[in-house]
C-alpha cells in the first residue's frame, strides 16, 4: 500500500493546487448569469468550464440536482470504459425481451419494436439511450454493467465525486422522491465533461462515438435553443415529469459547446423544483447557454479584433465598389475618443466637373437635423418654457385642427403623434402607434420659435456657435460656397444632378454640416455640454417607440435620435437620406466611437438597402471585426 510521507501543509497546498484549476475568475458571467436567473421560479444549478482550464464559474453549483436522463451520459461512459478494456464489445448483441421494454417509460426503442423479441448490439443501445434518452435502453445497459451502483463507482474512480447514481429509469417512475436519489452538482457534470473532452478517460474511438451520439442527442431547444445556426453542441438532457402541486422537479442539459474559433466551453444547468412549465425552463437553460456563448465567442475573437485593420478594411470596401463600378463617392470619418482612426474623401463634389472633393466640403444631412431640433426643444425645456407633456395648441394656439388639444410636445419628438398634415385627421390615436414624421418637427421649429421669440435659424446658429461648429448652418443662413452638388443615380446607372432642396422642413432634415463638425457634435452632445440638467440627456436618448427601419431593423425612437441595443452593442444616432444626399452618424457610447459617412451620389434611390450599402457595410465591420466597439450588458 501507497504510505504519503508528504508533510500535511505540503500536502494541502499540493490539493489547492488541483482544485484551483478550476478557479472562479469569470466575475462579469457570473454576474450576468444571477441578473438573468434571479426572477426565475425555480432552484437554478450552473456550472461552466471556459476554454482556458483555470477558467471555471458556479452559480449555486455545489447542489444536490436531481439528474434525471442526464445520467445516460455518465453510464455511456462507463459502458465505453468497460469496452477499451476489452469486457465489452461494441458489435455484442444483447437480447431485448418484450418483458424489458416496460410500459410508461419514454421509449422509442418500444415504439419501433412493440412485440417482437430482438438482439441490439451495444453500439445500438448506446444509441438508443443517449441520442432518443430511451428509458429502457438505459435499464439494460445498466443490467449489463452490473447496475447503476457500479456505474457510481466508476464515475468516482476518475475522481468526479459529488455524484450519485442508485436507481434506475423502472425505480424512478415508482415514486416522485427516488429521482432526487440520483443527483451531481453542476460542478461535477462539467467535471466530468472536461475529463471526457479531453481524451484521457476514452479511447480515441470511443470518445468519438460517444461525441458524435451527443451531437445527436434530441430537445435541441435547451443548450442548443439561443445559440447561432450551425453551432455543433454535444449534449445530453434530463426532464422529469410535474406533481400534483404543479412542481416540475427537473429539466437539465450538460454539454460542450464549439466556439467560432474552434474552441469550446462545457456547461452544466440544472433547473430543479420549478414552478414552471418545460418550455419556460429550457428556455432558461438556451438564455444562460447565450450568455456563456456571447461572454466565450467575444473573448475568442478579441485577439483577431485587435489585429484587425480599419483603414486596411474600410479601403478594401471602397476599392470593392469601385471594381463593381458603383464607386463611393462622399467622405468617410471614424473616430474614438477624440482621436481620428480613418478619415477619407473620395470622389467629387461637382461630378460632372470633376472637381475633387475636399475634407471640409458641407453637405445636407438629412435626418440627423433632427437631433438639432431636439435639442433646441429641450433647452426650452430647460427654462421652464415647454412642458413635454402639455398639448401643442398651448404653444401654437392658431391651429385650427382639433387634434392639436390632444398631440402632446413629446409625441411630436417620438413620432408617435399620427399627424399626416395640419387639415387631416390623425392617422391614430395620439400616443397608441409610430409613423415617422417630418412635419412633426416642423411643428417642434414653430413651437421653439414662439417660446424663445426667436427664429428657428437664429436659434440654431447660436447652438452650433456654442458648439464650436463653425461649417454647420441653417440653409437660410448658409454663409459659404462649400455645400457639394448631390447627385442621384439613374436607372442606367449615370449620376445626375438633384434639382430642387428636396427638403419641406430644415428641422427634419434640411441642415447642411461636415463630417469635422458632425464629430464636435457628438462630442457636445455625448458629452453632456448642451443641457445643464444631465436628465435631459437622458430623455433625448430613451426608447419610446419601436420601428422596423428599412436599412437598420428594429430600433428605437428617442427625440430626433435612434438608440439600438442589438447584440449588446448600444448604438446612438440617425442616418439621413434627401434626394441627391445620403448620411449617416451613429455614436458607441462605451467606447466614444464615432462613424460618420456623408454621400453626395445617391445610389439606386429606389431600393434603400442599396442606396445605404457602404454605410451598412462599414458598420457591419467596425462592430463586428474591429476592436472599436465595446458590448454593454444590461
Known amino acids: 500500500m501507497y504510505k504519503n510521507n508528504l508533510p500535511a501543509g505540503i500536502l494541502m497546498l499540493l490539493l489547492l493546487g488541483t482544485t484551483s484549476v478550476y478557479a472562479q475568475i469569470t466575475n462579469p458571467l457570473r454576474g450576468r448569469i444571477e441578473d438573468f436567473i434571479r426572477s426565475k421560479n425555480a432552484t ?39 469496452v477499451d478494456k476489452g469486457k465489452f464489445k461494441l458489435d455484442q448483441k444483447i437480447l431485448v425481451k418484450k418483458t424489458d421494454l416496460l410500459p410508461g417509460n419514454w421509449s422509442p426503442l418500444r415504439d419501433a419494436y412493440p412485440e417482437a423479441e430482438i438482439t441490439m448490439t451495444i453500439k445500438d443501445l448506446l444509441s438508443y439511450a443517449v441520442s432518443q434518452s430511451d428509458n429502457n435502453a438505459c435499464d439494460i445497459l445498466f443490467r449489463l454493467i452490473g447496475g447503476p451502483k457500479e456505474v457510481n463507482k466508476y464515475i468516482h474512480s476518475i475522481a468526479v465525486r459529488d455524484v450519485n447514481i442508485v436507481a434506475t429509469e423502472e425505480e424512478t417512475a415508482k415514486s416522485w422522491d427516488v429521482q432526487y436519489t440520483d443527483w451531481s452538482t453542476p460542478f461535477a457534470a462539467v467535471l466530468l465533461l472536461k475529463k471526457f473532452n479531453e481524451k484521457g478517460i476514452l479511447s480515441p474511438k470511443n470518445h468519438d462515438l460517444l461525441w458524435d451520439l451527443m451531437v445527436n442527442s434530441l430537445n435541441n431547444n435547451r443548450i442548443k435553443g439561443s445559440l447561432p445556426a450551425g453551432t455543433i453542441v454535444a449534449h445530453k438532457t434530463g426532464t422529469s415529469g410535474t406533481n400534483a402541486q404543479n412542481i416540475m422537479a427537473a429539466t437539465n442539459d450538460i454539454g460542450i459547446v464549439n466556439l467560432p474559433d474552434g474552441k469550446h466551453f ?161 392617422a391614430f390615436r395620439p400616443g397608441m402607434d409610430f409613423q415617422y414624421s417630418q412635419i412633426g418637427y416642423d411643428l417642434l421649429a414653430k413651437i ?14 447660436e447652438l452650433f456657435e456654442k458648439c ?69 440627456y437622458k430623455l433625448m436618448t430613451t426608447g419610446y417607440a419601436t420601428s422596423n427601419h428599412p436599412v437598420f431593423g428594429p430600433v428605437d425612437y428617442g427625440y430626433g435620435i435612434t438608440t439600438s441595443n442589438q447584440d449588446n452593442i448600444l448604438q446612438l444616432g440617425q442616418s439621413g437620406y434627401t434626394p441627391g444626399y445620403v448620411s449617416l452618424d451613429f455614436y458607441f457610447p462605451a467606447s466614444k466611437t464615432s462613424v460618420i459617412i456623408l454621400s453626395n451620389l445617391a445610389r439606386e434611390p429606389d431600393n434603400l438597402t442599396n442606396t445605404f450599402l457602404t454605410e451598412t457595410q462599414i458598420l457591419a465591420m467596425i462592430k463586428q471585426q474591429s476592436n472599436l466597439i465595446t458590448k454593454t450588458y444590461k
Open 266 to 426: 462545457s456547461i452544466a444547468v440544472f433547473v430543479s423544483d420549478s414552478k414552471d412549465n418545460d418550455s419556460l425552463n429550457s428556455r432558461t437553460i438556451a438564455g444562460i447557454t447565450q450568455l456563456a456563448w456571447e461572454y466565450y465567442a467575444e473573448k475568442s475573437l478579441a485577439l483577431a479584433r485587435q489585429k484587425f485593420d480599419v483603414s486596411a478594411g474600410v479601403d478594401s470596401l471602397i476599392n470593392a465598389g469601385i471594381k463593381a463600378k458603383k464607386p463611393f463617392n462622399g467622405t468617410i470619418l471614424i473616430s474614438q475618443n477624440g482621436k481620428k482612426i480613418y478619415s477619407k474623401v473620395f470622389g467629387f463634389s461637382d461630378i460632372d466637373k470633376k472637381i475633387a472633393l475636399l475634407p471640409n466640403d458641407q453637405y445636407v444631412i438629412g435626418s440627423i437635423s433632427k437631433q438639432v431640433t431636439a435639442v433646441l426643444v429641450l433647452q426650452e425645456v430647460e427654462k421652464g418654457h415647454i412642458v413635454l407633456q402639455l398639448p401643442i395648441h398651448t404653444y401654437l394656439p392658431d391651429l385650427p385642427a382639433k387634434w392639436a388639444d390632444t398631440v402632446t410636445v413629446h409625441q411630436l419628438l417620438t413620432h408617435t403623434h399620427g399627424i399626416t398634415a395640419l387639415d387631416q385627421p390623425l
Open 468 to 536: 464650436n461648429m463653425r461649417s454647420t448652418f441653417h440653409p437660410d443662413l448658409h454663409k459659404s460656397k462649400g455645400l457639394v452638388k448631390g447627385y442621384t443615380e439613374q436607372p442606367d446607372g449615370k449620376p445626375e444632378l438633384a434639382t430642387g432642396s428636396g427638403v419641406n422642413y430644415v428641422a427634419a432634415g434640411g441642415f447642411i454640416s461636415t463630417p469635422n463638425d458632425l464629430l464636435t457634435w457628438n462630442t457636445c452632445l455625448h458629452g453632456g455640454k448642451f443641457f445643464a440638467d444631465s436628465n435631459n
Open 448 to 461: 421653439v420659435e414662439k417660446t424663445s421669440k426667436k427664429s428657428f435659424a437664429a436659434l440654431s446658429a
Open 44 to 82: 437554478i444549478g450552473v456550472a461552466i468550464g471556459g476554454p482556458d482550464d483555470r477558467d471555471t464559474l458556479t452559480v449555486n453549483g455545489a447542489g444536490h440536482y436531481p439528474m434525471h436522463s442526464v445520467y445516460k451520459f455518465h453510464l455511456a461512459v462507463a459502458i465505453l470504459d468497460q
